[in-house]
């Protein structure tokens, strides 16, 4: 698969480059390691409970492109697809630091455990920060529900900083902020479709094969095999199925609300992630579930891959007051 | 190419339904056509030149993304790659007319030169309203300088509605509306690659034919034919070769300002984009033109086309009022 990169070994650094560079007044740089990004908002702000966020990269706008106001303070950004050493993690966190609390936010992937868990002790062995960690766990697909901690975390984690980033702006105490983004870790799940592979610039290998007419339900943001492969059905019967399998893992009941996110991997246009949206919200307007608030578009991708996610939380009045505040990032802004 | 679609003779028809459901509060469909949509915001404020957009669909989030507070007030939507025709046109044009003044904006292409000229005419014959229409014509591997009416409108179009709807937000005349996307129009610059195809939703057939490892210089938008074909040369390499004849058709100075696009066709990656800016930036800085302000992202695309285009706009003081000043539309927000 073609590319526009030089080096392949160096497009994650040549990325954050160009990234500092478009958005100087907005993001900055800091440590050793060229891996750890702060918005510039949160330098400034005392008394505010630290957001950190972090995993592989290929999934832009996450992680990255999630720091600025109202979203998170700190990212650490790793390989393609591959966890952040504990360094980045541990600069980013000493960076936006106020010493009213800070909490991480990372998917659940063996890497991202490992090494959030280590920059969390080193932070409260040499720096006296304590950490609270929200492992994301969203995708339905990954796991039965009585395995949920074996779960995935994909598009969803981009309604859990939302929350986390939120509360964090309106000044809550780092156990408020927890306590919201843990209930919001609670009600959120996703699941996701692969219609077409992805390469790594450093292979130029595609990352799974699916024949020319097959699509796989359930498939992992980076390639993880899914539930089952089978000939591509319509977007209705993709969606109905996606949506299915959510809410059979969740409890809504009529008059509930939700907000929506209808997520493409790369590859996949906004016309058939609109189509799928028109699907999601005939399928909830039937049970009496009300969208609070929509998203459509690229939010976490799998650098081109083709296929999309659908991910559904459930929203109370101070999830929507979270959900619904302003933020500023340099990848996406909401008024 | 898999595609998530039902019929496909209503993709438009049913992303169109999507995007009035994902947005209601922001959005609302006008007319009988179907394919006219307003910004809510625009319908209530009185005094309000009216900006009104369109063109094929196929190029989400332009144009149907593009209305909202600070951006465009009416669009037309188009089937896939393909003109509206007046319909739709006349009836966003109606539904935000303040009688202070209309402003169309399209891209030279034969199809909207003929359709939103005669919404222009029937606007004025049947309705009263006077339209001033701005042609973009920003590739510049179009057609030469010596021919500039023949160029097409690609991703420069953002900019020109940016400045437009800036203008009108703020309470300019409809005179200064005018003078300003004029202004605008006539000092943007945009020059794109291709690396692979898209392909209709109708057909499953390749827009067009690319080798393995072969990408076409000044591919337009929607396929059509570019400057040269050869091998797929480093991000650098191609970033110099488009900033070098983007620079080599307009004039610009040490110490001049510039707001910078570098967008995505579709399947091109976050990763790819910033990389190419990375290159712009250290080109530019070079030169002595500063950044004022920086876009990087599917802005424009082709569908699922692999490639990019880079836009430069020369800006002085109220341009750079224009495109600083915030925007609120359901595919693009800047606060």
């Given at each position: 698969?073609?590319?526009?990169?030089?080096?392949?070994?160096?497009?994650?650094?040549?990325?954050?480059?160009?990234?500092?560079?478009?958005?100087?007044?907005?993001?900055?740089?800091?440590?050793?390691?060229?891996?750890?990004?702060?918005?510039?908002?949160?330098?400034?702000?005392?008394?505010?409970?630290?957001?950190?966020?972090?995993?592989?990269?290929?999934?832009?706008?996450?992680?990255?492109?999630?720091?600025?106001?109202?979203?998170?303070?700190?990212?650490?950004?790793?390989?393609?697809?591959?966890?952040?050493?504990?360094?980045?993690?541990?600069?980013?966190?000493e960076a936006v630091n106020k010493d009213v609390g800070m909490i991480y936010i990372y998917g659940n992937y063996a890497g991202?455990?490992?090494?959030?868990?280590?920059?969390?002790?080193?932070?409260?062995?040499?720096?006296?920060?304590?950490?609270?960690?929200?492992?994301?766990?969203?995708?339905?697909?990954?796991?039965?529900a009585s395995e949920k901690h074996k779960r995935r975390g994909i598009a969803g984690e981009f309604f859990i900083t939302k929350?986390?980033?939120?509360?964090?702006?309106?000044?809550?105490?780092?156990?408020?902020?927890?306590?919201?983004?843990?209930?919001?870790?609670?009600?959120?799940?996703?699941?996701?479709?692969?219609?077409?592979?992805?390469?790594?610039?450093?292979?130029?290998?595609?990352?799974?094969?699916?024949?020319?007419?097959?699509?796989?339900?359930?498939?992992?943001h980076h390639g993880e095999p899914g539930i089952e492969k089978g000939p591509l059905a319509t977007a209705d019967e993709v969606?109905?199925?996606?949506?299915?399998?959510?809410?059979?893992?969740?409890?809504?009941?009529?008059?509930?609300?939700?907000?929506?996110?209808?997520?493409?991997?790369?590859?996949?246009?906004?016309?058939?992630?609109?189509?799928?949206?028109?699907?999601?919200?005939?399928?909830?307007?039937?049970?009496?579930?009300?969208?609070?608030?929509?998203?459509?578009?690229?939010?976490?991708?799998?650098?081109?891959?083709?296929?999309?996610?659908?991910?559904?939380?459930?929203?109370?009045?101070?999830?929507?007051?979270?959900?619904?505040?302003?933020?500023?990032?340099?990848?996406?802004?909401?008024?």
């Amino acid at each position: 698969m073609k590319k526009l990169v030089n080096d392949p070994d160096y497009v994650v650094d040549e990325m954050i480059e160009g990234y500092v560079k478009a958005f100087p007044q907005q993001i900055a740089r800091v440590g050793k390691s060229g891996r750890a990004l702060v918005s510039q908002a949160a330098l400034d702000k005392e008394g505010k409970v630290g957001v950190v966020i972090g995993g592989g990269s290929g999934h832009e706008p996450a992680f990255m492109g999630y720091i600025g106001e109202g979203m998170a303070d700190g990212v650490a950004v790793g390989n393609i697809f591959a966890s952040p050493p504990p360094q980045p993690i541990l600069e980013a966190t000493e960076a936006v630091n106020k010493d009213v609390g800070m909490i991480y936010i990372y998917g659940n992937y063996a890497g991202d455990i490992m090494n959030f868990g280590m920059a969390s002790d080193l932070a409260d062995l040499e720096h006296d920060i304590h950490v609270h960690s929200i492992v994301v766990r969203d995708d339905v697909a990954s796991a039965p529900a009585s395995e949920k901690h074996k779960r995935r975390g994909i598009a969803g984690e981009f309604f859990i900083t939302k929350v986390a980033g939120a509360a964090s702006a309106k000044g809550d105490s780092v156990e408020e902020v927890v306590r919201k983004t843990t209930k919001a870790n609670e009600w959120v799940r996703s699941m996701g479709v692969g219609l077409s592979p992805c390469s790594l610039p450093q292979t130029g290998q595609p990352s799974f094969h699916l024949e020319d007419n097959e699509m796989e339900i359930g498939l992992g943001h980076h390639g993880e095999p899914g539930i089952e492969k089978g000939p591509l059905a319509t977007a209705d019967e993709v969606t109905d199925r996606l949506v299915n399998d959510i809410l059979a893992d969740v409890e809504l009941k009529n008059n509930d609300e939700v907000a929506v996110l209808v997520n493409g991997l790369g590859s996949t246009t906004h016309m058939e992630l609109y189509i799928m949206f028109r699907r999601v919200e005939q399928r909830l307007s039937e049970i009496g579930i009300h969208i609070f608030k929509s998203y459509v578009g690229n939010y976490s991708t799998s650098l081109e891959m083709g296929g999309s996610s659908i991910t559904i939380m459930k929203v109370d009045d101070e999830l929507k007051e979270c959900i619904q505040a302003p933020a500023d990032c340099p990848m996406y802004a909401q008024v």
